[in-house]
Structures are given as C-alpha cells and as structure tokens.
C-alpha cells in the first residue's frame, strides 16, 4: 500500500513517552497507510529502542536539535503531505487522517489540529496561568503551539530546508497567511503541559528566547490583539484570581528572560513527562 502521509516524530530523550503517542498514531491504521519516521537525537536513554515497531522506520543521531532532526526525517519522508508532529503529543489515526483530508483541500498549504490539554498531575497554579494563556491565544492560534502541523508539498517548498531555530511551529506559521492555514475541525491533538511553576517558567523562557530569534531573522510572531486581556477579564472567561497568577507568572517569565539572555539548550521537560503503558502493557 502507497503511504498517504508521512510523519516525522523527532525525539531527544523520549523513552517514557514514544511508545504510548506511536501505539496511539498506529491503531487503527492499514499496514503501510503511514509512512513515520522517528529521529533519535542526541539520546541518553532508550528512546530508538523504544520506538522500534513495525511501520516505524527509526534514525538516530547523536546531534542534539529538533531542527536537525525535523530536517533528517524530511530527507527520508516518502510522500505529501508531511505531517511534523512531537514525540510527547498525542494524535490518533483519525485526526491524521482528517490533517491529510484539509491538506488536499484547494489553496489550503498547511494545517494544524485543534489542541486538547491534559491537566493530569498538573498543579492549580499552573492551570490557573494556562486558562488565562489559552484564553488569550485561542483567538488567533494555527500552526503553533499545538505540537502537530502538516505541509502540502508547495508548503514544504516555502519553508524547508529548515533552519535551527527554537519555535519549528513558529517559525512555519509565519510564511502563511489567510486560507492558506487551517486548524482542522475534525482533528484534535493532546498535549501535556508543564506540571510544575518552575517547569512552566522553563518553557516560557525558552518560548520567549524562540520568539526572539524569529523575530531577528524578521519572522516575528503575530502580536496579540490590543487589549486582548480586558477582553478576557470582561468576557469572564477567566476569573480575577487566575488573572492574578497570570500576571504574577508573566512578570517573573519575562525576568528570567531577560537574566537567561542568548543561552540555549536542548532539553526535555521532565515534569511532563511519565511512562505510559503501551497497547502491549
């Protein structure tokens, strides 16, 4: 069977969550229907060993980076469209299918899914800074923030090869505009946020620092709507305390930003990270 899709799962330091998210991809799948490739890099542990399955090919390398990775499964996909999706977030065979079905809609060049959250294990002010987040974001989200999103081949020519930048997501929501971007109704992915504060303030300083970068290559993200947070406090949507927490938060963010500077690395974010049992368990 000729794959209708490719998708490229790059994974640093994995091990506890590739099983779950491929066995997840997988069910339900036609043999050779999906066409993944799992990029090890610069792992510790036992993420390629972990990923092995059948209609899984698995590269290693011992470079660190998810844009090295990102580029190293591209070269090896096989088809359009191709669908980048990370080794913690979650998407089933449905939500794939459906990611395919958007991308061969006419004009459409890139897509991403709806995102849900899972809050297991997350602690009350963490959810109380994310309500508040999503609230503000949920109006003009597509392509980032959602750990999934697929090309068209003509999408693919526009952004790759990819260069090393922090926001991958970011960086390719940024050279679409309109209609060109859909966030597809009928797919949805799951993404586990960070459980603690400081885990949280980690991924945030490391956002801002990508957010940075993108706009010094003049790929800046699209700002959010002037007064976008009296809309939320007016809608209700999210009530004093959580907005309290949120400012509170925000503030300390921004100084470890700025103390942080240009000092990168290539992490994982164990906090959120947990071994799951596998359809084998």
């Not at 390629?48 to 990775?69: C, F, I, N, Q, S």
């Not at 977030?89 to 897509?111: F, I, M, Q």
């Not at 990508?210 to 009530?239: D, F, K, M």
Request: proline fraction near 6%; include cysteine.
């Amino acid at each position: 069977m000729k794959p209708t899709v490719s998708v490229v799962v790059p994974a640093h330091n994995e091990e506890a969550v590739i099983a779950a998210g491929l066995d997840t991809l997988l069910a339900g799948a036609e043999p050779g229907e999906f066409d993944v490739v799992v990029v090890a890099n610069g792992c510790s542990d036992g993420t390629a060993r972990a990923a092995a399955r059948p209609g899984v090919r698995v590269l290693e390398t011992a470079t660190p980076g998810k844009a090295h990775a990102l580029r190293l499964g591209d070269a090896a996909c096989r088809t359009f469209p191709r669908v980048y999706l990370d080794a913690d977030v979650r998407l089933d065979a449905g939500s794939l299918r459906a990611l395919v079905a958007a991308a061969g809609s006419p004009g459409v060049l890139a897509c991403a899914p709806q995102v849900s959250w899972d809050l297991t294990g997350v602690g009350p002010l963490v959810r109380r800074v994310l309500a508040v987040h999503e609230e503000l974001i949920r109006p003009g989200r597509a392509l980032a923030g959602v750990g999934v999103y697929a090309l068209t081949a003509e999408g693919h020519s526009r952004v790759f090869p990819l260069p090393d930048v922090i926001s991958d997501d970011g960086y390719v929501d940024s050279f679409f505009t309109g209609d060109e971007r859909v966030v597809v109704a009928g797919a949805r992915s799951v993404v586990r946020p960070a459980r603690t504060v400081r885990a949280h303030l980690g991924r945030r300083v490391r956002v801002r620092q990508g957010n940075r970068q993108l706009a010094a290559l003049g790929r800046p993200l699209r700002p959010l709507e002037a007064g976008s947070l009296r809309r939320v406090i007016r809608s209700g949507a999210a009530g004093p305390l959580n907005v309290a927490c949120y400012l509170a938060v925000l503030a300390v963010d921004r100084l470890l930003t700025r103390l942080r500077g240009d000092r990168q690395d290539w992490g994982t974010d164990a906090s959120s990270r947990h071994n799951e049992p596998t359809a084998a368990s």
